[in-house]
């Protein structure tokens, strides 16, 4: 089992819907969690990180912590063909002391105007 | 702004060949990383340094190697250029381990 899974996708939705982006982690020690977005030929920007359950709001996004069952996502609200991107997810540890990310494969987001 | 900058952005090279791809960032972080991007592999850690004088191995490092002589430079090292290493290559920092990683804009080698 991976460590940090995602779909793939791509996840297709029509402009001003609602996208939402799903990520499971296998180790319970996780405990700081992170989304990047990448377009393509670009590098991962942190758009949102979450480190206590419940929901955090930052704009048109919000992340979604459940530590209980193990998931993270990431909602995105009025949905742009400028959020067309892949979307990581990446965790780390209690026993990873500096920060080592532990990333998913990503999930392609295309949003059709 | 502070920042985090890779040089060179394209680089190719022949198989063989000693390659330095370099890395260094203003914000004073004291934790740094090298990634390498694939299809189909996500972005997997090389090495990574918690700080000056420190370095440790990731989960592909094979091949690679780094020194860490101050808080701003990671440089990443192919000791002898092979085909399998033509990758885009990422630099990150974070000033805790708990921080979010900040990337740089990446490398992409060519190794002929």
């Known amino acids: 089992q991976k460590e940090v899974e995602q779909n793939s996708g791509p996840l297709s939705v029509p402009e001003g819907a609602i996208a939402s982006l799903n990520c499971t982690y296998s180790d319970r020690g996780s405990q700081s969690f992170f989304w990047y977005r990448q377009y393509s030929g670009k590098s991962p920007e942190l758009i949102m990180f979450?480190?206590?359950?419940g929901d955090k709001e930052d704009g048109r996004f919000t992340a979604q912590l459940n530590k209980a069952s193990q998931y993270v996502s990431l909602l995105i609200r009025d949905s742009q063909p400028s959020d067309s991107a892949t979307y990581l997810c990446?965790?780390?540890?209690?026993?990873?002391?500096?920060?080592?990310?532990?990333f998913g494969q990503g999930t392609e987001l295309s949003v059709k105007p | 702004d502070a920042e985090i900058t890779q040089s060179p952005r394209h680089k190719i090279t022949e198989t063989g060949r000693q390659v330095t791809l370099a890395c260094h960032q203003t914000w004073n972080h004291n934790n740094m990383f090298w990634y390498r991007q694939d299809l189909g592999h996500g972005l997997r850690l090389i090495h990574y340094s918690y700080g000056v004088q420190d370095t440790n191995k990731g989960e592909v490092s094979d091949g690679y190697s780094v020194s860490r002589s101050n808080t701003e430079d990671l440089p990443l090292t192919l000791e002898s250029a092979a085909s399998s290493q033509t990758s885009v290559y990422f630099c990150?920092?974070?000033?805790?381990?708990?921080?979010?990683?900040?990337f740089g804009d990446g490398t992409r080698l060519s190794i002929l």
């Open positions: 990150a920092s974070s000033a805790t381990g708990s921080q979010p990683q900040h």
């Open positions: 990446a965790v780390t540890t209690i026993y990873n002391q500096g920060g080592k990310l532990i």
């Open positions: 979450i480190y206590s359950n």
